[in-house]
């Protein structure tokens, strides 16, 4: 399904976040707090967003996506490898931080995910996970709903592939609640992290330190 869709991914990001996407991601990089030349790992990266917003910041990133499609269709500068997030072909402590957006829901086990985040990471190494969330507030919880079950699998399947954009809105069943995700985080020795919300509560980045 990701290889179908990687020749469009970027542009179907841009308009059904409008834009939005970019900003988020140059937060989350910033929010790593990493001195430059830190070796990132972006975990899903798919296309290369993340990584070329952590070049922009002067870190050494490098991409992982178990889609061969998004890989070949990338826009990077950074060395990208073909890979399994809850495998990761990387030596324990070898990495300063670790980036991923919009995949937890896409791993059969996000407890699993995260342990090996904190296997690669060395001591005070960083995560910073970019991911849906519910709005607080009921008005703009169901907007959210409407628009992302509704609107976004149109925008998908007139610019894409409408069964792919049908998948995105309905894979969110599989996202633990904020607090229950947070759970996870800490459990997996990340104790200081925390989730906050941009895009009025519809996206979440969540940030932590390893032990």
Not at 52 to 66: I, K, S
Not at 104 to 117: C, Q
Not at 154 to 173: K, Q
């Amino acid at each position: 399904m990701f290889d179908r869709i990687a020749p469009r991914y970027d542009l179907v990001n841009r308009v059904m976040t409008f834009g939005m996407d970019v900003g988020w991601r140059r937060r989350a990089v910033r929010a790593l707090g990493l001195p430059r030349r830190s070796v990132v790992i972006d975990v899903a990266c798919g296309t290369g967003d993340f990584c070329r917003e952590a070049e922009e910041a002067g870190l050494m990133p490098v991409g992982l996506d178990f889609s061969f499609g998004m890989l070949r269709a990338a826009r990077t500068g950074a060395p990208l490898v073909q890979g399994d997030g809850l495998r990761l072909p990387f030596k324990a402590g070898e990495a300063d931080g670790v980036t991923c957006g919009f995949a937890l829901r896409n791993v059969t086990s996000i407890p699993s995910l995260f342990d090996e985040f904190a296997r690669i990471l060395r001591p005070g190494g960083r995560v910073a996970i970019l991911e849906v969330a519910q709005p607080r507030a009921s008005a703009l919880r169901a907007g959210h709903h409407l628009y992302f079950h509704k609107v976004v699998p149109l925008i998908g399947g007139l610019l894409s592939d409408g069964a792919a954009y049908r998948y995105l809105p309905e894979s969110t069943a599989y996202l633990p609640p904020r607090d229950e995700l947070l759970g996870i985080v800490r459990a997996a020795g990340f104790t200081d992290a925390v989730s906050d919300p941009v895009g009025l509560g519809a996206v979440q980045i969540i940030t932590g330190t390893r032990l």
